[in-house]
Structures are given as C-alpha cells and as structure tokens.
C-alpha cells in the first residue's frame, strides 16, 4: 500500500512537474513546433527577440508566426470599372511577427506570371498621332473588342496594399475596411452647369473618409518601381474637403495622398475644395514628352529617357539621367519615327520585331521602352522597408516598419499599445485600379 502511495505521489509528481515544463515552453520566446492556423481572418503577430531576414526569401524564422490564408477577390465596382477582372481571385498568406522597435510582415501569393512593364512605348506606323508609329500600351484595362472579347491585356504590374484604420478614427473601418473610404457610387449636382443637373458617378475609384477627423493609413507596393529600392510606398487618405466637395463631383475627390503633405490652402474654383503641399521629388515620374516633329511639324509624343541597346527593361532611374549615366534624352522625332538623342539615332524600321508589340494578346519587342523613371522614396513615403522576390509562379514580399513612426501628422497607424488592429488587403494582377479585395482582417499582437 505505501509502495502504491509512493508510487501515485511519484506519478502525480512527474506529471505535473511535465505539465509545467510544457507551458514553460510556450512562452514568446520559445518556439516547439508548428502553429495552428488560430482564424481566418485573425493574423496573430509574434513576439520575437531576433528579427527575421529581410532579403525576399522565406527562412525559417517564419515558421514560428501563424500563417493565415485569406482570398481577395475582384468585386464588380460597378460603371465598368473592373470589367475583365471581375469574380478573379488571388489567395494569399499573410503572417507577422514584432520585435521591441518593428513589425513584420510576410505576403505571398500565387501568380501565372511576373507583370513589369507598364504603359510600355513601342512602335507601329501609322497608328499613332499624327503618323510616326510611337505609341504606349493601354495601363488603364484590358481592351474589348464589339463583342466583348478581349483584343488586348491590359499593359500595368502587380501590386499589393493594406490599409489601417488611424487612432480609431474612421467609425466604419471596423465593419467595412476598405470599402469604409470608397465612394464609387455616389452621384453629384453639377453646379458647374446652368441650371445645375444631377450626374451619375464617373467611376473614378477614388477613396475618401466620411469625416474631417478620420484618416487611414494606405502602405501600396508596386512590385517593379517600389522594389527597385526596396520600399513600399507610405500613403494615407482623408475625407478630402467632405460632402461640401465631393458631393458635387461624383466622388472624384482625391483622398488619396502621399504622406507627408497636408492642407495648405482652398482652391478659389468650384468646386472650392482643398489644395494640399506639394511633395518633393520622389517616386516615379512620366517618362514622356512632346517634341515637333523635325522640330517643325506637328506636335506628337515621344519618350524623353532610352538607355540604348539595352533590352527587356521596364523603368529607367533617376540616377541614369544624370551627366555619364546610361540613359540618353531624345530631342528630335521625324515623320518615319527615327529618334535622336547626343550620340546616335534610333531606327525602329532597323529592327522592327525589337520596337514592336508581340502579336497576341500582350508582350513587347525586347528593345521598347518604359514608361517611367525612378527614384527612391524620402521622407515620410518612405517608413516602410520591403523586399519582394518573384519566384516564377509565386510573390513572396517581406516587409516591415517601426511600431511607431515619428508621424506628426497624423497619417500613420500608431502599433506601439500592441491593440488589435482591423486592416484589410488588396491584391493586383497586371491591372491599374482592378483589384482584389479582403477586408474585415483583424491584427493581434501575442503577448
């Protein structure tokens, strides 16, 4: 009987003692095994002590975080906006982990095909204004022809968003994420006929909040011109002058901005809305212009920055245009679309296949040109670092900011409390605006 005691006291012990060891090992800075997948639509960032790589490559830092996986999906956004992308889905993973000064995140979805050029400029006789062949590709949609069949894809890149609700700010965030701040639908009096009349919406796809006082934070990658430098672009949207503005013009008030600009003054035009700073230079700009051509004709449009010889490239940098740097500036077009810049002409008709849309349904010559030039974020655009790797079927993006920003200006998500914060996800396939959507997504910070 004392041997049976001893014997249930020894069990009783060991296993207790076990069951202590077991939660011990839970703690955030342990890990013993993979996690499961807590909700759908409750990311779980994980407290961790080193931080993982930031290099576009998954190692195995990552499986320590919660993976969940959602799926955007294109809406109709109605007056045609999306149409070709409607019902198109792209599921993605998402998981996150934060340290005592960042936190980061991990993206990564499927995709057929890596998408880089954009509004790309390539050359067929007589179809441009007025007749030297020089054209860009659509970047606003797919073209249809009579019966709605596709004629030709549209010519963008793939990108990724997430939007954040600030200091609480914006009440219908919570229940409708991205669509809190879109406007899409709502028709306005044209004040600026006489009488006035009452107008559908445009479908311009802008977003504006509802109130003065609520802000989102918009962080967008574009996955060419962001990635160059390894960034993604900090944005933020307001409410854009309110009801006073944007009832009367459709919804096509802009309360979209990049950070660091706000309110400077009100425009003395209808529709009296607000005028906001101007950012310095940064980002992508047009990498077009118009010249005469033989510089006596007719005005046409041509691009302004090529790198000669090169091939397959799908933006120039700033840093190229600069005394000894790659690029060339073209400063004279003739009526047979030969280019001239310091050093040399371009020919198209000297290799045609190269400066010429690939018959079918997209691709380029590999000698066209692209559509913008580049250069780094600054500032407060650019808070966010991130590192993307396409892998031939695949996105993955690897990206991260500090917990608090040195925002002043209220037009970044505050995570530093480590409170729950709703967000939400967009995802783009070679489209401009056309989207896949995933709100109502929740953010919580294990402890």
Not at 233 to 239: F, H, R, S
Not at 396 to 419: A, P
Request: aromatic residues 10%.
């Amino acid at each position: 009987m004392n041997i049976l005691k001893s014997k249930s006291v020894w069990v009783l012990t060991t296993v207790v003692l076990a069951l202590g060891y077991m939660a011990s090992c839970t703690k955030n800075d342990q890990y013993i095994g993979p996690k499961a997948k807590v909700s759908a639509t409750t990311l779980i960032s994980k407290k961790v002590a080193t931080a993982p790589t930031m290099d576009g490559v998954v190692d195995a830092s990552w499986d320590a975080a919660a993976k969940i996986e959602v799926t955007p999906q294109v809406p109709d956004a109605g007056n045609g906006m999306f149409t070709g992308y409607i019902g198109e889905t792209y599921p993605t993973t998402l998981r996150s982990m934060y340290d005592d000064q960042y936190i980061y995140f991990l993206a990564e979805w499927n995709d057929a095909s890596k998408s880089e050029g954009v509004a790309t400029w390539y050359y067929k006789p007589g179809v441009a204004y007025p007749a030297t062949g020089w054209a860009q590709e659509s970047s606003s949609g797919k073209t249809f022809d009579a019966n709605g069949t596709v004629t030709r894809d549209c010519n963008s890149e793939d990108k990724f968003a997430m939007l954040w609700n600030i200091d609480n700010s914006t009440s219908k965030f919570t229940a409708q994420t991205c669509y809190s701040s879109c406007h899409i639908f709502t028709p306005y009096m044209d004040y600026s006929k006489t009488p006035a009349v009452i107008k559908s919406n445009a479908g311009s796809g802008n977003h504006y909040t509802n109130g003065a006082n609520e802000k989102i934070d918009m962080w967008w990658c574009h996955m060419n011109k962001d990635l160059v430098y390894q960034q993604m672009d900090d944005n933020y949207q307001d409410w854009a002058g309110g009801p006073g503005v944007t009832n009367l013009t459709g919804g096509s008030g802009n309360g979209r901005h990049v950070d660091g600009i706000s309110v400077a003054s009100t425009s003395t035009t209808w529709p009296n809305g607000p005028v906001y700073g101007v950012s310095p230079a940064q980002g992508s700009t047009t990498n077009r212009q118009a010249l005469k051509l033989n510089d006596t004709g007719a005005t046409v449009n041509v691009p302004m920055w090529i790198i000669p010889n090169a091939t397959n490239y799908y933006y120039i940098k700033t840093s190229d245009t600069l005394p000894g740097g790659a690029a060339r500036k073209i400063t004279n077009v003739s009526l047979t679309g030969v280019l001239t810049y310091a050093g040399g002409t371009i020919d198209p008709a000297s290799s045609a296949v190269d400066y010429a849309q690939t018959p079918g349904l997209k691709g380029n010559g590999a000698k066209c040109f692209p559509s913008y030039i580049v250069a780094p974020l600054i500032g407060e655009r650019a808070d966010i670092s991130c590192v993307g790797a396409y892998t031939g079927s695949a996105w993955k993006l690897e990206f991260k900011r500090k917990l608090k920003t040195g925002d002043i200006l209220k037009q970044d998500i505050d995570f530093s409390s480590l409170q729950d914060q709703p967000f939400g996800i967009a995802v783009w396939n070679n489209s401009n605006y056309q989207h896949g959507i995933k709100p109502n997504l929740l953010l919580h910070f294990e402890k």
